[in-house]
C-alpha cells in the first residue's frame, strides 16, 4: 500500500469507502423496513385479537368446541388457535394443521412452523387462551428482495467508485505532478528556476510558494557557498606559492643548519598539502558551479597509464610495494588527456597511501560493450561498511587513522572529472582481499556501440571474500 501513487491510495479509499457506506446504508435500510413493516404487522394483530375477543365474548361459558362459523369472517382464514383453562383446544386454524402455536411464551414473539414464520400474539379471556399467528412472508420477502439488489448494486458502485475515485485523483493531482517535474529540473546548475503557480488559490498554490521561497533561500545560500570556496581558495593560492618559493629559497642557502633545515622541509611539506588542498577546492567550486570545462577527444590510454604507474613505483618504493600490470596494447578511448591522468594519479595515490607494507597494486585495463575500463586495486584494511556509501563525498575518508596525509578530497576530485568527460568512477569493492575502483570512459566515435555508457551507483562493499560485482 505503501508503494502505490498517491491517485491510487485515494481511489482505493475511495472504493473501500464506498462498500462501507452501501453496506452500511443498507444494513440501516433493512432495519428500518423491518421495523416498520412489523409496526404495520402488530397494528393489525392488535385490531384481529381484538375482533376475535369480542366475538368470543358473546359465546357461551363451558364450550367444548367452536367451530369456525362461530369467529369473525376476517379472522377465520388466519392461523388462530383457542385453548381452555384446563388445555384442551377449542379451535385450531386448518392452516396450522396438526401444529401448535403454544410452543413459545406469553409475550408477543416470532415461530417458524414448517417452512413459515408467524408473528404470536397471546391474549386470555374469560378462561380462554386465544393465540393469533400472521405470517411473516411479505417481510422476509421484502428484505430478500433489498439483499438481492444490494448484491447486484455493490459491486457495480464498488466499480465506479474506484474508477471515479481514480479520475477526481488524477485531476486533482495534476498541478502536483507539474509541480513534481518542475521541480525535477532544477539542478545545482540552474537553481534560479521556480515553480510554475496553479491558477486556483488554494493549499497546493501555498503550498508553491513555500517550494518557490525555499528554492530562494537554497539558491542565495549555495551560491554564497560556491562564491566562498572559489574565493577563499583563490585568494589563498597567491600567499601559498610565495611561501611556497620563499621556503625552497631558503633552503638553498648553503649556511643553514642541519636543525633549521629540517623545520623547513616540515613547513615545506605542510605548504605543499595547503596548496594541494587550495587547487582541490578550488577545482570542486568550479564544478559546484559547471566551470569544470572538458573536451574529450580520442586518446591511447596505455601511455597516460604507464606515466601513472611510473610515479605510483616511486610513491610505493618506500613500502616495497608491487605494481601489477594486465594492459592491452592499445586502448583507444574519449577521453581529456590531463583529466584522465589526474584521476588514475589521485587513485594510485590512495592505493598507495591505504596499502600495507609489502602489499600489491593491480591495474587492469579493457574494453566491454559499454565502453572502456580501467581498474586499480590494493590490498590492506578494507573500508568501513559505515564509509563505504560516502566514499566520493568530500572531505570523506576510508579510515580513521588522521596520521595519513590527505583531506579526503582526492576520490571526489576524480570522480568529478570523471563526469566532466562523460565518464564514471564507483567502487567495485572493498574486502579483506582487495579494495577496487574502476574508471569507465565511453569508446571513440568510431567505436560506438548499441550500449552507450550508462552511469551505474556505487555498491555498498559486501562481507570479506565476496565481490560486489562479477564481470
Not at 505503501?2 to 443498507?26: D, H, Q, Y
Not at 570523471?418 to 574502476?438: I, N
Amino acid at each position: 500500500m505503501r508503494a502505490l501513487p498517491l491517485s491510487a491510495k485515494v481511489a482505493l479509499w475511495s472504493f473501500v469507502l464506498a462498500l462501507v457506506t452501501i453496506g452500511g446504508g443498507n444494513f440501516v435500510t433493512a432495519y428500518v423496513l423491518k421495523q416498520e413493516i412489523m409496526s404495520v404487522i402488530e397494528q393489525r394483530a392488535a385490531r384481529v385479537s381484538k375482533d376475535t375477543l369480542v366475538a368470543l365474548a358473546h359465546l357461551p361459558e363451558n364450550l367444548q368446541t367452536i367451530t369456525k362459523d362461530m369467529l369473525p369472517r376476517s379472522v377465520a382464514a388466519l392461523a388462530i388457535e383457542i385453548t381452555a383453562a384446563d388445555g384442551k383446544t377449542l379451535y385450531r386454524a386448518p392452516s396450522l394443521k396438526k401444529k401448535t402455536l403454544a410452543d413459545g411464551p406469553a409475550t408477543p414473539h416470532q415461530t417458524r412452523i414448517g417452512k413459515l414464520t408467524y408473528y404470536v400474539e397471546t391474549h386470555e379471556q374469560r378462561g380462554l387462551t386465544l393465540r393469533l399467528g400472521l405470517p411473516l412472508t411479505q417481510v422476509e420477502t421484502s428484505l430478500r428482495r433489498l439483499k438481492l439488489a444490494s448484491l447486484v448494486a455493490l459491486p457495480i458502485v464498488a466499480v465506479f467508485s474506484l474508477l471515479g475515485g481514480y479520475w477526481v485523483a488524477g485531476r486533482a493531482l495534476k498541478p502536483v505532478r507539474k509541480i513534481t517535474e518542475a521541480a525535477a529540473r532544477i539542478t545545482a546548475e540552474d537553481l534560479h528556476q521556480r515553480l510554475p503557480l496553479p491558477a486556483a488559490h488554494d493549499e497546493i498554490r501555498k503550498l508553491t510558494d513555500v517550494l518557490n521561497d525555499t528554492f530562494e533561500r537554497l539558491e542565495r545560500s549555495y551560491l554564497q557557498a560556491v562564491r566562498f570556496a572559489s574565493d577563499a581558495s583563490h585568494q589563498l593560492k597567491t600567499p601559498v606559492t610565495v611561501m611556497r618559493a620563499a621556503i625552497e629559497s631558503l633552503l638553498s642557502d648553503a649556511t643553514l643548519r642541519p636543525e633549521q633545515a629540517a623545520v623547513l622541509n616540515d613547513v615545506l611539506d605542510q605548504t605543499r598539502r595547503l596548496s594541494s588542498l587550495t587547487e582541490g577546492l578550488l577545482l570542486l567550486a568550479r564544478a559546484d558551479a559547471g566551470g569544470i570545462k572538458s573536451y574529450p577527444d580520442e586518446a591511447d590510454l596505455i601511455p597516460i597509464i604507464a606515466r601513472c604507474i611510473e610515479d605510483a613505483e616511486v610513491l610505493g618504493s618506500n613500502m616495497e610495494i608491487k605494481i601489477e600490470q594486465d594492459l592491452p596494447g592499445s586502448l583507444r578511448a574519449l577521453a581529456a588527456t590531463q583529466q584522465t591522468e589526474q584521476i588514475l594519479l589521485n587513485l594510485l595515490e590512495n592505493a598507495v597511501k591505504y596499502n600495507q607494507r609489502g602489499g600489491t597494486i593491480r591495474i587492469k585495463a579493457g574494453e566491454r560493450r559499454d565502453g572502456v575500463f580501467i581498474t586499480i586495486s590494493n590490498t590492506g584494511a578494507a573500508i568501513p561498511l559505515d564509509r563505504a556509501p560516502w566514499i566520493f563525498d568530500r572531505f570523506a575518508r576510508g579510515d580513521s587513522d588522521e596520521v595519513r596525509a590527505g583531506y579526503g578530497l582526492g576520490l571526489s576530485i576524480a570522480r568529478e572529472l570523471a563526469t566532466a568527460q562523460g565518464g564514471d568512477l564507483r567502487l567495485l569493492r572493498s574486502d579483506s582481499d582487495a579494495t577496487e575502483f574502476e574508471l569507465r570512459l565511453a569508446r571513440p566515435a568510431t567505436k560506438t556501440s548499441d550500449n552507450p555508457l550508462i552511469p551505474l551507483p556505487t555498491p555498498a562493499p559486501r562481507p570479506a571474500g565476496v565481490l560486489t560485482l562479477r564481470r
